[in-house]
């Protein structure tokens, strides 16, 4: 039997929380085993399953560790560290979701190269503070780019140019994502060939952070009477891979 464990410190409980979500699926549909457990200082995610199932099982762990730190870490970063309160809030709420995906193939293939799940044990706040220096590097040197042009980056035809060069780097997770937004509802088939729906509220903001974590190669909106602003954004940000 294979077997893993994942310690980190309270204070990126949430995060640690999220990758258990997102290997509920895995754990099911291989008969794993885990458990969450805490203490007055951290937080343990045991994982087990039959050899047969080992591989599939830690394909899935990279996956969701790589969202782990260049997704969820990531974002923290950005929020303590870009400055875009000159842009419209519709604005920032595009920029940041952008900003976070920006470039993400290459990023999760640093983590990717340096994890070892062969070590039965992964330290997650040890593997960032000491492992990933080049990618934090990175990400400071992103903002201070972001943050010294943010005048120019707030008028139009450069905040368009923006968005469409930020898109061009993210990787494209599904083929086509269905939005039914008068039944919460985002249908798509994700990386490990599973068909997912998923609940989800038709606010701009969430649909973005959605569509942009899928950048999907199109965009089916289904029962879109009455949510004419929210097509406009999303059309606006992916243009004519927009479907309605």
Same mark, same amino acid.
């Given at each position: 039997?294979?077997?893993?464990?994942?310690?980190?410190?309270?204070?990126?409980?949430?995060?640690?929380?999220?990758?258990?979500?997102?290997?509920?699926?895995?754990?099911?549909?291989?008969?794993?085993?885990?458990?969450?457990?805490?203490?007055?200082?951290?937080?343990?995610?045991?994982?087990?399953?039959?050899?047969?199932?080992?591989?599939?099982?830690?394909?899935?762990?990279?996956?969701?560790?790589?969202? +782990?730190?260049?997704? $969820?870490? &990531? #974002?923290?970063?950005?929020?303590?560290?870009? !400055?875009?309160?000159?842009? *419209?809030? @519709?604005?920032?709420?595009?920029?940041?979701?952008?900003?976070?995906?920006?470039?993400?193939?290459?990023?999760?293939?640093?983590?990717?190269? +340096?994890?070892?799940? $062969?070590? &039965? #044990?992964?330290?997650?706040?040890?593997?960032? !503070?000491?492992?990933?220096? *080049?990618? @934090?590097?990175?990400?400071?040197?992103?903002?201070?780019?972001?943050?010294?042009?943010?005048?120019?980056?707030?008028?139009?035809?450069?905040?368009?140019?923006?968005?469409?060069?930020?898109?061009?780097?993210?990787?494209?997770?599904?083929?086509?994502?269905?939005?039914?937004?008068?039944?919460?509802?985002?249908?798509?088939?994700?990386?490990?060939?599973?068909?997912?729906?998923?609940?989800?509220?038709?606010?701009?903001?969430?649909?973005?952070?959605?569509?942009?974590?899928?950048?999907?190669?199109?965009?089916?909106?289904?029962?879109?009477?009455?949510?004419?602003?929210?097509?406009?954004?999303?059309?606006?940000?992916?243009?004519?891979?927009?479907?309605?």
């Amino acid at each position: 039997m294979w077997e893993f464990e994942l310690i980190a410190n309270k204070s990126i409980s949430p995060y640690l929380q999220k990758l258990v979500f997102r290997m509920q699926n895995v754990i099911k549909s291989t008969n794993s085993v885990s458990a969450l457990l805490a203490d007055e200082m951290c937080i343990y995610f045991s994982i087990g399953c039959q050899e047969q199932n080992q591989s599939f099982v830690k394909t899935a762990l990279r996956i969701a560790l790589c969202e +782990l730190y260049c997704v $969820d870490l &990531k #974002k923290e970063y950005l929020q303590n560290n870009l !400055n875009i309160s000159k842009c *419209s809030i @519709e604005k920032q709420e595009v920029l940041l979701p952008l900003c976070v995906h920006f470039d993400r193939e290459m990023e999760r293939s640093v983590v990717l190269n +340096l994890l070892d799940l $062969d070590s &039965k #044990k992964l330290c997650v706040n040890s593997f960032y !503070n000491f492992k990933l220096h *080049s990618l @934090e590097r990175k990400w400071q040197e992103f903002c201070e780019l972001i943050n010294q042009n943010v005048s120019l980056i707030s008028k139009p035809k450069n905040y368009d140019d923006l968005i469409a060069f930020l898109l061009c780097s993210i990787d494209s997770r599904c083929e086509n994502a269905i939005i039914n937004p008068r039944e919460k509802l985002i249908v798509y088939r994700n990386s490990l060939n599973e068909d997912i729906a998923e609940h989800l509220d038709p606010t701009q903001s969430l649909v973005l952070n959605k569509l942009i974590e899928l950048n999907p190669h199109f965009i089916t909106i289904k029962a879109s009477k009455g949510y004419t602003k929210l097509i406009e954004c999303v059309r606006r940000v992916f243009g004519s891979r927009v479907l309605t």
